[in-house]
């Protein structure tokens, strides 16, 4: 058995996602309060402010936090991982995880980059939509051509073998969704419910910035490798600051990732965040593996009356 990890970004966040774990989860509830000490603010309190869990500056260090005092509740009973991955935000908590950042200095990058995040999406308007296909090739081109015309519209996010995101400017976005109705390998098109155009050159603004912020930070080498969305391939301490400026305006190749990881033998995957749904994209991309997720209370006590030593497929929310 070889273990992957798995860890969740940021848009499956809920209003109080922590109570019932930092109630009854002593390893969780000391994660929590070390965040809020290191952030400077009380995190649980944020988890339960709704307009808090919709803001980008916030969204992503309390999801960081979230997923790592999950993974702290099953820390000394789950197997070791052979590999770690994880989707846009959840790069950073794997990379934590893996001790390439410490947990101090990995919140602190983390809420730097929601900050600037933040900033950007403030004054540049920009959505995003689901595209429902199996054919990126025709989308691609589609979306190459709308762009030859003028169109501010591009590939984000590569999230499952059937599912392809899309950002651009409001306008653009429009155009384009009504061009890829008409190709015949697109089952739907779904609008976001997002801050900004995550992922594509629209967050430029952000490069340089956070260039800076990341160039005074100490990373250390992975004791597990972590794949990098961006690039496809493992992070390395050399290139890993580079590779995670290029994250912020170069699309995410989460469903490709996860193939090359079933590639190199991985058989099981273990989700961690705030939701199951890198589950549900792994379900339909890589469907000869076992999966479980853990994001609350409820799918934790599922996740341990299935025994962590053999991870068992439809347990916690797998579907």
């Known amino acids: 058995m070889q273990l992957g990890y798995l860890f969740g970004g940021q848009g499956g966040q809920v209003v109080g996602m922590g109570n019932d774990l930092y109630a009854n989860e002593p390893a969780y509830r000391q994660v929590i309060d070390a965040a809020s000490a290191v952030l400077g603010y009380d995190v649980l309190a944020k988890m339960n402010d709704k307009v808090a869990l919709q803001t980008t500056k916030f969204t992503q260090p309390l999801v960081v936090a979230h997923s790592l005092g999950l993974l702290a509740t099953v820390k000394d009973e789950a197997p070791a991982p052979t590999v770690a ?33 933040q900033a950007v999406v403030g004054h540049t308007a920009g959505n995003m939509a689901a595209v429902v296909t199996d054919d990126f ?38 155009v384009a969704i009504a061009a890829l109705l008409e190709l015949p390998t697109v089952s739907r098109v779904v609008p976001l419910n997002v801050a900004g155009a995550f992922h594509t050159p629209l967050l430029a603004a952000a490069s340089e910035p956070f260039r800076r912020a990341i160039a005074g930070v100490e990373f250390h ?10 690039t496809e391939k493992i992070f390395e301490r050399a290139t890993i600051k580079e590779t ?17 990881l079933v590639a190199d033998g991985v058989t099981e995957l273990l989700e961690f965040g705030p939701d199951a749904t890198l589950t549900k994209f792994a379900r339909k991309t ?18 341990r009356a299935a025994g962590l030593g053999v991870i068992t497929e439809g347990v916690g929310n797998a579907n």
């Open 221 to 230: 080498d992975c004791t597990f490798p972590v794949y990098s969305n961006t």
């Open 244 to 260: 995670l400026v290029d994250q912020l305006t170069n699309p995410t190749y989460f469903a490709q990732d996860l193939q090359y």
């Open 137 to 174: 090739a025709t989308v691609e081109a589609a979306l190459t051509q709308l762009q030859e015309q003028g169109e501010q519209v591009y590939p984000a996010n590569y999230n499952s073998a059937q599912q392809l995101v899309i950002g651009g400017t409001p306008a653009s976005l429009t």
């Open 286 to 303: 890589v469907k000869t593996t076992k999966r479980l997720s853990i994001f609350d209370a409820n799918s934790l006590q599922k996740v």
């Open 85 to 117: 991955l994880g989707l846009s935000l959840g790069e950073y908590t794997a990379l934590i995880a893996s001790g390439a950042l410490t947990f101090e200095a990995g919140l602190e990058l983390v809420a730097q980059r929601g900050l600037l995040m």
